[in-house]
Structures are given as structure tokens and as C-alpha cells.
């Protein structure tokens, strides 16, 4: 389906095209009207000369050839020809028509006629034929020919003379219709601007700002944006209240396994099943939050006060277990992801990298050309190439000497997917254990989860 530029560009040119032919046509129309009249009028002239002439030789009518001095009139086969012709049908002619006659109408009326016949060599003429009754009781069929070839030359003489006023008037109106269709468009660009600068500010659309014709249809992007937030909220409260409830039976359980295995009973299997439903209910909890804010919101989050304030917590909890987190900080970066989901992706991504490094963990921010790059790097065993896809899979466990659920890294990139952003594994190259690469672009595009 055409866009409606295209559809208002498409329109404008048809509409101007038309226009132009039509207006062509008229004034073609109109010209060669004038151009026949004038045509007409000056082949009257002439035959009234010829009368004049007539009316004083009409007792040596070869002495006409004298007074019509028009040199086209002694030119053989010029295209200008007259001729005179008595009761007695004797007929006397121009030079022009040297041994031709030219033919008269029949039936002749009153008055002068003009018609169309043809000539030497079989040319058309416009000729006027008309008997005349001299003093001296003479009568006289006087006929003025002329070549149709000059009227047509003289037609398309004066067509070619308009057609480049014509083709400027084309290409005005093609300008028009483009620059017609730029200003009718603008308050739909100026809406489109406006609609997603609205995220930044959070302010609502100002009908008043618009034409007529758009400002039922930003009213109705309000009423919109704001059933919008009200889903947002009312989804993520939801998960909140969900999250809260279940947190209650489940600590409750673990404080029953706790107590069953003080008392000798075996309760690892219950306890590391527990562990996963709690990190299954996290992980399906994370997702409804994070699609929800990336779907119909625009969040923006200063990334680097979050990696800040990550580094101070687990800068603790790695002193306390004799290891070093290290952290390199950029100039402050913001990113389109909401605070909470962001700080859950590095709290996973550092979460699994200080439990299985040896010595040390590596976390640092950075600008690219096209997105921002948060790397958590250490120096543990990592994880083999091949079995990178295995780990990032929904509860994915390579290891299960080491406590913990196995989605740490699927409910991250669960989380980073619904933002259009990525996550990436590799091997550090200067710690030598597991390389994370969290890639969040600058223009994010919401994708599903």
C-alpha cells in the first residue's frame, strides 16, 4: 500500500499533469482557432484587392497581373494564386498558377464564400470565391487561393513557440505538488517527532499545537499513552504482588528443609528443586516486567550510577570471600532499559562470575559506535565454546558442584532480548576465564522476549 506521501506526491503530479494537458489542449485549440481566423481574414483581404484591381481592367483583365504586385503571385506554384473569370468563361490567372486554373464552387451563394479545394500538384488551397457585377455590366468570378501549408506551418509555429511555456508550467507544477505535499505532511512528521520525544519528557500531546484535521488523533494518542502507563504500572504492581506472595511459602519451605536436614533427614533434592522454582518464578517474573516496560514504555536509566552502585555490593561480598572486583567506570552513560531490569542482568552476570573465579572479577563500561558494551570478565574456568549455547539456555546447568539455579545468564538474556539488546560469551583475554559482553543499543528496539 502506498504511503500517504507517496499517495499525496502520486496525486499532486496527476492532478498537475492533467491540468497541463488539459490547459494544453485548450490553448492549442484556442491558437489554431486564431491562427485560422487571422489565415481567413487575410485571404479576404487580398481578394478584396483583387476585386479593386478588377474594377479597373475589366476591359484588359491581363493587366492584373501588373496592378497584384505580390511576388508570391508571380512565383510558379508559389501557394498564392488568384484567378478571374467572365460570363464568357474566359479565365485569366496569376503567374503562380502558370498553365493550372483553380476550381469554383458550385450552387454559389451571396456574398463570398470560403472553402476548400485543391491546387497544383495536388495541394490544398483555402481559397474565396465570389461573383462580382461591375458598373460597366460585367459580371466576375473572383477567387483568392492560398496553400493550407502555411496555415499549418503557421499552427505549428506558434504550438512550438508555447511548448517550453508548457514545460515550465509541467515542472511548476510538479515543484508544487512536492512542496504541497511537504507542508500538508509536516504536522504528521511534527506528531511523529513529537510522540517519541514524549517519551523523554513524559509529557502529553498538545491538541492545540495541530491542525484541525490531526487533533482528534492526538487527543486519541493521549487517551492512548496514558491507558498505556496505567498497564504498565498495573502489570508490574501485579508482578511485584506476585513476587511478594510467593515469597512467603517458599521461605517457608526452606525453613522446613533446613529444619528436616538438622534433624539427619536428606533434603539436598528438595532443597536444589525449591531453588529452581524459585529462580523459574523469578525468571518468569523478570520477563512479564521487562516486556512490559519495553513494549510500551521508554525508560532511561543512568547505566553508570547502576554499575556503581552494583560494584560497592559486591566489591563486599568479594572481600569477604578473599577475592577483587575490579571496576572501570565511563563518563555518565544512559541507556533506554529500566533501572531494575538493568541492575538485574549485572547483578546475574556478576553473581555468576565471583562465584566461579579464582581470584578476580573485571567489570567495565564503555561507549561504541552504535550501542554501549558493559563487559563482566574473570578469571575462572569459563566456559568452553561448544558449550556456550548449553549455558545460556533455559536452566542450563555445565556444573552442578557449585550451588545455584543454572538461569542466572537465560533470565539475562531474557531480560536484555525484550530491549532489543544482546548478550555475548566468550573467553577474556586478559584474565583467561569467561567473557560476558552485554551490547545495549543507543536506538533500542523492542523486540519480544
Known amino acids: 500500500m502506498l504511503s ?35 489565415f481567413d481574414t487575410a485571404l479576404r483581404d487580398r481578394h478584396t484587392q483583387l476585386v479593386v484591381g478588377l474594377s479597373v481592367t475589366t476591359q484588359n483583365p491581363e493587366a492584373l497581373r501588373d496592378l497584384m504586385f505580390d511576388p508570391n503571385y508571380s512565383t510558379p506554384y508559389s501557394g498564392r494564386y488568384w484567378q478571374v473569370t467572365n460570363a464568357d468563361g474566359e479565365v485569366f490567372t496569376s503567374a503562380s498558377l502558370f498553365d493550372e486554373t483553380l476550381d469554383e464552387p458550385l450552387g454559389v451563394r451571396e456574398g463570398a464564400e470560403i472553402w476548400n479545394t485543391s491546387g497544383p500538384e495536388g495541394e490544398v488551397l483555402r481559397s474565396v470565391y465570389q461573383e462580382i457585377s461591375y458598373e460597366d455590366g460585367t459580371v466576375w468570378g473572383v477567387s483568392v487561393a492560398e496553400s493550407r501549408a502555411q496555415l499549418i506551418n503557421e499552427r505549428r509555429a506558434a504550438q512550438r513557440s508555447l511548448l517550453p511555456v508548457f514545460a515550465v508550467v509541467g515542472l511548476i507544477c510538479v515543484a508544487s505538488a512536492l512542496l504541497l505535499t511537504s507542508v500538508i505532511l509536516r504536522p504528521l512528521r511534527k506528531l511523529r517527532s513529537d510522540v517519541a520525544h514524549r517519551w523523554d519528557t513524559d509529557d502529553d500531546l498538545k491538541p492545540d499545537d495541530y491542525p484541525d484535521e490531526v487533533a482528534p ?18 502489570s508490574r504492581r501485579q508482578a511485584a504482588d506476585l513476587a511478594h506472595a510467593l515469597k512467603t511459602p517458599t521461605a517457608i519451605l526452606r525453613n522446613e528443609l533446613r529444619t528436616l536436614s538438622e534433624d539427619g533427614a536428606k533434603t539436598e533434592i528438595a532443597q536444589e528443586a525449591l531453588g529452581r522454582i524459585d529462580a523459574q518464578l523469578g525468571r518468569s517474573l523478570a520477563r512479564m516486567r521487562a516486556m512490559n516496560t519495553a513494549e510500551l ?45 538493568v541492575e538485574e542482568v549485572l547483578g546475574n552476570l556478576l553473581d555468576n562470575a565471583v562465584k566461579w573465579c579464582r581470584r578476580t572479577v573485571r567489570l567495565s563500561l564503555s561507549r561504541k559506535k552504535d550501542c554501549i558494551e558493559v563487559s563482566v570478565e574473570d578469571d575462572g574456568p569459563g566456559i568452553p565454546e561448544d558449550a556456550q549455547r548449553e549455558a545460556l539456555r533455559s536452566g542450563g546447568r555445565l556444573d552442578t558442584s557449585v550451588s545455584g539455579s543454572g538461569l542466572g545468564l537465560a533470565i539475562a538474556v531474557d531480560l536484555l532480548n525484550a530491549y532489543g539488546a544482546s548478550l555475548e560469551l566468550g573467553k577474556s583475554a586478559s584474565l583467561g576465564g569467561l567473557h560476558c559482553r552485554v551490547k545495549i ?9
Open 4 to 38: 500517504l506521501r507517496q499517495r499525496a506526491l502520486v496525486g499532486g503530479i496527476a492532478a498537475g499533469a492533467l491540468s497541463v494537458g488539459v490547459g494544453t489542449l485548450a490553448v492549442f485549440s484556442y491558437i489554431d482557432a486564431r491562427v485560422s481566423q487571422r
Open 217 to 234: 488523533l492526538v487527543g486519541d494518542l493521549n487517551q492512548l499513552l496514558s491507558r498505556n502507563r496505567d498497564i504498565v504500572s498495573g
Open 297 to 341: 514504555t521508554h525508560s532511561r536509566t543512568n547505566l553508570s550510577n547502576s554499575v556503581r552502585r552494583l560494584a560497592r555490593l559486591f566489591k563486599a561480598m568479594t572481600e569477604e570471600q578473599g577475592k577483587h572486583l575490579e571496576v572501570i567506570e565511563s563518563p555518565e552513560i544512559w541507556v533506554r532499559m529500566d533501572a531494575q531490569d
Open 441 to 449: 543499543p543507543t536506538a533500542t528496539r523492542s523486540t519480544s522476549a
